[in-house]
């Protein structure tokens, strides 16, 4: 990158995360914890673009990494008391990475369409599984747990409250997307990135692809999880829900509106549609997805590179 | 007498790669025009955008003085341009009847046309008219290549545009192309034909274009040129 | 599980499993005629229309009114088979047409986007209720212990009616010649003169209705609401890519033997639990059969 992007490329972030790290301060309740949710629902997204954008494989599965994320979560919250936040980041991500490695295997078995209908019937695999065991999932209504306090144990232990719960998340979501920003503009995410334009050429010339879709796959399923992790603990519930397929649309969404292989594209594109949502929910009431929907096909048609699509290049290098 | 077919200066891309650059050609009614060149300087691509198949993104092509560049290769079938591509592209799972009645079944044509049309294609092609039933996938290379033009002909185009028909065949049948040729010419239809096979070609067109890299490079009456000319030789040779 | 099969058969009586056998058969059919229509339309235009379950919805919800305004099944049935095949077309020509040549991807986000639309049209227009389509005829005979309703077996009669008045439309006749022509190789068709703009509105067309009449001849079986057409698209996928992308045929086989499967499932699990049998199926045919479980090994 020549310096003069550099200099703005951070500039830019500094700005946003500033912006984000007073916005509580400032905001009421209501939108404070819209807030966080839409930056986890960006991470969630962000998550799936290293799959759509970067390798370029479509995945319609991530409601598993992230419902799984969230009920590993309410386990750790539930069985060990007291509820530890780090093992319920432990727990949550280790059942979210079970799953992924299931759809890391069938991501080298599998192309295109094939690999996301999969992807998709692996959501609802789970969907029925957890709606219907309800002994230990709760079944249809969930699991309620109380929230962890933001601990380092044997150091201090605080209580969350709405500003630092969303300070915490912004903590991790941007150090997510820095580490992830990280890896895609690394040799590993130049291959990954090289799958995507020339998968055979790149087999060609030598590099082991399965190893890096498995990889890619784990990534993407880890930082899905985190997400769920984080819902799970700002909202103290899970739900089977989160696990249907209608959810991994929904993330699909996010990243073609905000733009595909950008990275933050996809965080802008859960903002944007989130903030719809709640702005045509105020004057249609009952039925706002329908503009929205209507909204969200004129753009796959007319722009399909996104709102940020522009910038991929720029943003990349 | 304007040409019935006149390709003017056309230009194509496939993604970011200059396939032609600026081809003009033209072919008169009843003419039999040769397109020469080495493999990959835009031959096909040059009857593909005719065909409407490939758009050109600067240029024009004129069918009867009319310019057709951008109309949708559907009409262009129908206004009577044929095409039988490389590869020729025969509907596999369709019978051999049904193939040629996707370009019988046409608006404006009686029942009586049909049944002749199917009866002078049958007598040119006794092969067809035994293997009418089979599925188009499972006759031979050379066959294939009769079904492809004789589908073609149900059209009853006043230009067959046809690629490389004798590729991959076996000299018998390469004669029977030869003899094809020349019962398109003699029905009227005038034929653009792009071949890999010199003396084949010479021997049948009135005309030559020879390609190279996107341009037509030269231009000549067929019976001037001989197999052996150093112009041959530059652009074709080996 | 560590019951030997046997017992495990032997603790269901015959009648059940035959039973079972029927009524795996009639939900076959019904798949089968929305399948047809998705695997048609996959066939000549590579597309995964995400919408036909909503299509099917939207045709049990015409079915329900024009019941509702003529009292007349039948009516209701055809009513809502064009109503829906305009609808088909008229999504296509505005959303798909103008996505054809791009990446496979937009095209099943845009019907992804036409389904969420569609669904939350149908709980706006109609509510959240559950609407209930009246069977033309109700009455029962004997099968074995139970009364089984007639009109189970008339759903599958006529499925296998539509389906093979399909397949004779296909088969015959020059439109018929015109779709599959444009199924092989578009391009070539085109070459051919056939309008191919207009055979793709009108395939399309036709995979919407028949996904309505699935609808409208299921209705009265479940209760007609905004969300039926979830359930439907999920296991239509399943049978499509069993049955082979494309392959008529297959996927009416494909339908039946899912059919058959979920409802002898249905025996041990709860319904709700029977579709992971389809899941399964789906996901080792993919790794084993990716072309299809009903088609002949590619060469």
Known sequence: MSARRVVVYWTAFSVILALLIVAPLVLPEFWRRFLTEILIWGLLAMSSDILIGYVGMV??????????????????????????????????????????????????????????????????????????????????????????????????SVPFTSETLHWFVLAVVTA?????????????????????????????????????????????????????????????????????????????????????????????????????????????????????????????????????????????? | ?????????????????????????????????????????????????????????????????????????HRLARLGIGYVPEDRRVFRLLTVMENLRTGLDRHGVTDARKKQLLEKVYNYFPVLAERRNQAGGTLSGGEQQMLAIARAMMLEPKIVLLDEPTEGLMPRMVSQIRQIIDVLHREGAAILLVEQNVPLTLEASQRIYIMEKGVVRHHAVASELRVSDAVIHQYLGV | MGIPLEQLLQAIPLEQLLIQTVNGIVTGMILALVASGLTLIFGIMDVVNFAHGELFMLGAYVGVITLAATGNFWVALIVATLTIALLGAAIYVTTLRPLLGRDPLTTILATFGISLVLQNYALWQFGPVARKIQEPFTGHFTLFYLDYPWYRLVIALLSAA??????????????????????????????????????????????????????????????????????????????????????????????????????????????????????????????????????????
């Open chain 2, 1 to 73: 007498m304007e040409p019935l077919v006149k390709v003017e200066d056309i230009h194509t891309y496939y993604g970011k790669s200059h396939t032609l650059h600026g081809v003009s050609l033209e072919v008169g009614r009843g003419e039999v025009v040769g397109l020469l060149g080495r493999n990959g300087v835009g031959k096909s691509t040059t009857l593909k955008a005719i065909m409407g198949i490939v758009r050109p993104s600067q240029g024009d092509v004129l069918f009867e003085g009319r310019p057709i560049t951008h109309l949708p290769t």
């Open chain 3, 162 to 299: 539509i389906i093979g008045a399909l397949w004779l439309f296909l088969k015959f006749g020059t439109y018929g010649i015109w779709i599959r022509a444009t199924t092989q190789d578009r391009v070539m068709a085109q070459a051919m003169g056939i309008p191919v703009p207009s055979v793709l509105t009108v395939v399309f067309a036709i995979g919407a209705g028949l996904a309505a009449a699935s609808g409208v001849l299921f209705g009265p079986l479940v209760g007609v609401n905004h969300a039926m057409g979830l359930d439907w698209v999920l296991k239509a996928f399943i049978v499509v890519v069993v049955g082979g992308m494309g392959n008529l045929g297959g996927s009416i086989a494909a339908s039946i033997f899912i059919g058959l499967l979920e409802s002898y499932a249905s025996l041990w699990v709860s319904p709700a639990q029977a579709v992971i049998v389809s899941f399964v199926v789906l996901i080792l045919t993919l790794l084993f059969r990716p072309t299809g479980l009903f088609v002949p090994t590619p060469k």
């Open chain 1, 176 to 317: 997510s997307y820095l580490a992830l920003r990280r890896i895609t503009q690394s040799p590993f995410g130049m291959v990954l990135q090289s799958i995507r334009e020339n998968e055979a050429r790149t087999r060609a010339i030598g590099y082991p692809i399965e190893r890096y879709k498995i990889a890619a796959v784990m990534l993407s399923g880890l930082f899905a999880g985190l997400a769920g992790v984080l819902y799970a603990i700002q909202n103290r519930f899970a739900a089977p829900d989160f696990v249907f397929f209608l959810i991994s649309g929904e993330v699909v969404i996010f990243n073609v509106i905000g733009g595909i292989g950008t990275l933050v594209g996809p965080i802008v594109g859960a903002a944007f549609f989130l903030l719809l949502r709640e702005g045509f929910s105020r004057f249609f009431t009952e039925y706002y997805l329908i503009p929205v929907g209507l909204i969200f096909i004129a753009m796959v048609i007319f722009m399909p590179q996104g709102l940020l699509g522009f910038m991929r290049r720029w943003l990349n290098q």
């Open chain 1, 59 to 156: 995945s319609f599965g991530h409601s598993a990494f992230f419902g799984l994320g969230m009920y590993g979560a309410a386990a750790a919250l539930l069985l060990v008391k007291p509820p530890d936040l780090w093992l319920a980041i432990l727990y949550g991500l280790i059942a979210a990475a079970g799953v992924a490695a299931f759809v890391a295997y069938f991501a080298t078995r599998l192309r295109d369409i094939y690999f996301a209908i999969t992807t998709l019937i692996f959501s609802q695999i789970f969907y029925v599984i957890i709606f219907t065991w309800t002994e230990v999932t709760g079944g249809e209504n969930g699991l309620t747990f109380s929230r962890p306090a933001l601990a380092i144990p044997g150091l201090f």
